[in-house]
């Protein structure tokens, strides 16, 4: 059984769809931003797209995959987290390093186990993670596998 903040995710999805979804899972997080990528070629196209400062904007950008931190996530096929992009060495040298500050991403699968894209928070401040945020993100990529795999 998914535990109350997987559960209450799965029933706003159900009953609002992928925005509500992202909307809901953003109240959870302190990022700004929360988004869902789909990987076509080299770029990352924007399917759905949360802003807590402007809530009535629902796209994002597409942008180069290697521009993004879901570049991160699509090479190991795991979340991967910066709190303050500026002072982890794991982005030293990365372009987005102090426009994007904090990212909490995890991938996207298609059915055979592909990393297809990603559902991510972000901010161009630093933000703490809070503890559980990612185990919740990847609970929804599994319910959203079949919204990423359409036609890019």
């Known amino acids: 059984m998914a535990d109350a903040p997987a559960a209450r995710l799965e029933a706003v999805l159900r009953t609002g769809g ?43 950008d597409d942008y180069p995959v290697e521009v993004t931190y879901c570049v991160y996530v699509r090479e190991s096929g795991r979340p991967f987290l910066i709190e303050d992009a500026p002072a982890d060495e794991r982005v030293m040298g990365h372009g987005s390093q102090h426009a994007v500050r904090a990212y909490c991403g995890v991938p996207l699968y298609d059915r055979n186990g592909t990393v297809v894209g990603t559902l991510c928070h972000f901010d161009t401040q630093p933000v703490a993670v809070p503890p559980g945020t990612a185990e919740v993100m990847g609970h929804l990529s599994r319910l959203l596998q079949t919204t990423a795999t359409g036609p890019a």
Not at 29 to 53: I, K, P, Q, V
């Open 18 to 60: 992928v925005r509500a979804a992202l909307v809901h899972l953003s109240g959870l997080s302190g990022h700004r931003f929360t988004a869902l990528y789909r990987f076509a070629g080299s770029h990352a196209r924007n399917l759905y797209f949360y802003d807590r400062e402007n809530p009535g904007v629902d796209r994002g």
